[in-house]
């Protein structure tokens, strides 16, 4: 079937007292109209038109790549829902046209393509999803003669007493014969309660063609819309149980539903255990076999095989295959663990790379810093790479070894089975195989790490 769609998303928050559009408000980590765009993805769509206010730059930036491959249309003075749907009409000739709320994050892929197929095999003027609440307050009241069809619907603050009762509810999405639509928006006026173009009101004169204006009844869990702070949480909330169930069926165990938060953008692999109280945001991808939590928050971040994260923060940062980290460790942007390394209890990094197998095992800062691999960072060290005015560069090669309390005042290089002393202000280069100590720190070459060297993995 041939067909388009339309969202109308050009509410501006004004019931949520906000200045951001309420569109972009985000539930599970996307924006509230990001959810819709990615329901109406997999559907075989013409084009995706998305009607919004003139604020039409700050909605386009603020969903991201969401708004790829879309036609954002403005709607210059808010006229009702009718009258977006005429501004979104522009260019769409025939066939069919889906419409559904910008800010209604819980409908899912299939039900609006069943809608579509539904509206299609009916041969329908219109179809109306449709729903029974359990509390139907504020919402368009479907009125019946009988049958699957539809007579009209009464917006709530219209309705009269009788109609109040009635607990099937306009769930707010509709898919409509073009050329129909298009000539009932003509006949449609403002005579109601907020002096509106309706488009619920496009219904009676589609009747009147001779076309039926049908049902499409749904499930009333991915009806309600957002409106309020209390409705952004609670549509929050659902998305998050239904991301974490979704995972738990491919094989991922979540301890604890109920306190893990999940962001739709994430990936995780099956075998991966996710425990009470973790964040997982953003494009955060977890590797088969690793374990993050409890008390973690994951930000655009990758946690590769067999890793671990524990009551943690990790931003913009790549942990490596059984590399481990934490507990009340913070890795900012720009970090990276390689294969078996640790970044332990109460270290900072912030663009360093700890090189495999090697070890920072407690109380250190390291900061634009690079480390081989095998090498063993002491308590209480620190890379001191800002002067005032730049950020300068750390180099501790393979199997080196800093002494607790070493101060490496970059730009500074540690090499191969090198050593600090305790305490030491190291500056310059240290050789390979030298130890270090002292305040600055002297030279002493051929005393470097004793350690007995790792072997290389092959």
Known sequence: MDADAIVLAAGDGKRLKSRLPKVLHHAAG????????????????????????????????????????????VQEVPRGTGDAVRVGLDGIEEGAVLVTPGDT???????????????????????VLTADMPDPT???????????????????????????????????????????????????????????????????????SGRPVMAFKTGHEEVPGVNSR????????????????GWMSEGVTIVDPATTY?????TIAADATILPFTFLEGTTTIGAGAE????????????????????SVVRGSSIGPGASVGPYASLRPGTRLERGARAGTFVETKNTTIGEGSKANHL?????????????????????????????????EDEAYIGSDTML??????????????????????????????????????????????EPRT
Not at 300 to 307: L, Q, R, Y
């Open 30 to 73: 996307r924006p509230l109209l990001g959810h819709v765009i990615a329901a109406l993805a997999p559907l075989p769509l013409r084009r995706r038109v998305v009607v919004v206010s003139p604020r039409r730059d700050e909605i386009v930036a603020g969903l991201g790549g969401l708004a790829d491959g879309i036609d954002f249309v």
């Open 105 to 127: 994050p819980l409908f899912e892929t299939e039900t609006l393509g069943a809608l579509l197929e539904a509206h299609a095999a009916s041969g329908a003027g219109a179809t």
């Open 138 to 208: 504020g919402y368009g009241r479907v009125i019946r003669s009988g049958g699957d069809s539809i007579d009209r619907i009464v917006e709530h603050r219209d309705a009269s007493p009788a109609e109040l009762e009635v607990r099937e509810i306009n769930a707010g999405v509709y898919a409509f014969d073009v050329v129909l639509l298009r000539e009932a928006l003509g006949r449609i006026g403002t005579d109601n309660a907020q002096g509106e173009h309706y488009l619920g009101d496009v219904l009676g004169p589609i009747a009147a």
């Open 230 to 245: 209390a409705q952004l949480a609670e549509a929050a909330a659902a998305l998050r149980r239904r991301v974490a169930l």
């Open 262 to 266: 999940i962001d739709a953008g994430v």
């Open 292 to 311: 993050v939590g409890p008390q973690t928050r994951v930000v655009d971040s990758t946690i590769e095989e067999g890793a671990s994260v524990t009551f």
């Open 364 to 396: 250190a800062y390291l900061g634009d810093a690079e480390i081989g691999r095998g090498a063993n960072v002491g308590a209480g060290s620190i890379t001191c790479n800002w002067d005032g005015r730049d950020k300068h560069k750390t180099l501790i």
């Open 409 to 454: 005042v970059a730009p500074v290089r540690v090499g191969k089975r090198a050593a600090t002393g305790a305490g030491s202000v190291v500056r310059g280069e240290v050789p390979d195989e030298a130890l270090a100590v002292g305040v600055p720190a002297r030279i002493i070459e051929g005393k470097g790490n004793r350690m007995e060297p790792k």
